[in-house]
């Protein structure tokens, strides 16, 4: 009988990171038939692999901590520095969109009137929606240390009642900024206090989306007892990207919504 | 007055009768045991006693049914589900690759003006 003597995990041979790194090329060559071919069938297709291959690689993740029994505390320390990383990785793409709207708006250029907002650009009122929205995600933050606080505590109930909420509270976020999109007067092609404005509230509107999932299969996960008390890490990066995002907005409030206009 | 000796300035400096009644190097010995492990019932009381937990605690038995060791890899565990997906998502990817650099191949050829 053979049994391993490192705390390490041999991951069984797995076709996930195949099918990845093939829909990621089916969703770039799709896009390009989608601007030039008007053609969206190659980027359905590359879309569709993305999402069955997520599943499956994190089911695969769920099966192999929960159910067999490898997320030792040394693999735990490796998928915390891991995504850790990943939030880092994600702080350097935000700040991309940081530094072309400081770029543009603390320089502003003769063509956009020597002013900032540029010439004939209303910018949203800070003090309505998003200053709403701020106090929604900052809420979703006090609950979903509820949660985590519940979830240490053995508190079955609060846990899903707390996490619950963090999940409406980031819908809630999600369809207040939808809405806002549809009330500005600017679009993303209004020059390039629309690009910028756009730019970084949309990527930040898609990482609340993602964000919402995370926390929703969380939520899942522990309808179906897979966390203890002690050992809940999937929860625990769930926690870590929720806060990030929050954090994310609150620049991009005071930045663009405040500063900005 | 009470004191205590810092570790940082190897002084004895002023502290408040909390330390003096809890001493350095003689606190508590903190338990080596691990906490018992909360897993389903909760700890506190609720306001009502018999709850449903929408569903009983299956992670044991789902424990020992992805622990058989019968050599099967952990994406094709559960047998035949697994397998439709797996193989779904082969074809589609494999035959989206193929579609993919024929598509390239004819974007990449000029337009005959």
Known sequence: MTHQTHPYHMVNPSPWPLTGAFSALLMTSGLAMWFHFNSTIL??????????????????????????????????????????????????????????FYHSSLA?????????????????????????????????GVTITWAHHSLMEGDRMSML???????????????????????????ISDGVYGSTFFMATG??????????????ICFFRQLNFHFTSSHHFGFEAAAWYWHFVDVVWLFLYVSIYWWGS | MYYKFSGFTQRLVGAWAS??????????????K???????????????????YAGK????????????????????????????????????????TIYCLIALYMASQPKNK
């Open chain 1, 43 to 100: 980027l359905s297709l590359g879309m569709l692999t993305n999402l069955l291959t997520m599943y499956q690689w994190w089911r695969d993740i769920v099966r192999e901590g929960t159910f067999q029994g490898h997320h030792t505390f040394t693999v735990q320390k490796g998928l915390r520095y891991g995504m850790i990383l990943f939030i880092i990785s994600e702080i350097f793409f935000f700040a991309g969109f940081f530094w072309a």
């Open chain 2, 19 to 32: 330390d003096a009644y809890s001493p350095q190097g003689l606190k508590p010995v903190v338990s080596t």
């Open chain 1, 203 to 216: 990527f930040h509107g898609l990482h609340v989306i993602i964000g919402s999932t995370f926390l929703t």
């Open chain 2, 34 to 52: 691990a906490p018992p492990i909360i897993f389903a019932t909760p700890t506190k009381l609720t306001f009502e006693s018999t709850y449903d």
């Open chain 1, 108 to 140: 502003p250029t003769p063509e956009l009137g020597g002013c900032w907002p540029p010439t004939g650009i209303i910018p949203l009122n800070p003090l309505e929606v998003p200053l709403l929205n701020t106090a929604v995600l900052l809420a979703s």
């Open chain 1, 161 to 187: 009642q707390s996490l619950l909420i963090t999940i409406m509270l980031g819908i809630y976020f999600t369809l207040l900024q939808a809405s806002e999109y549809l009330e500005t007067p600017f679009t």
């Open chain 2, 57 to 96: 605690n299956k992670v044991p038995e789902l424990q020992k049914f992805f622990q058989k060791s019968d050599g099967v890899p952990v994406h094709l565990k559960r047998g035949l589900p697994d397998q439709m997906l797996y193989r779904t998502t082969m074809a589609l990817t494999v035959g989206g």
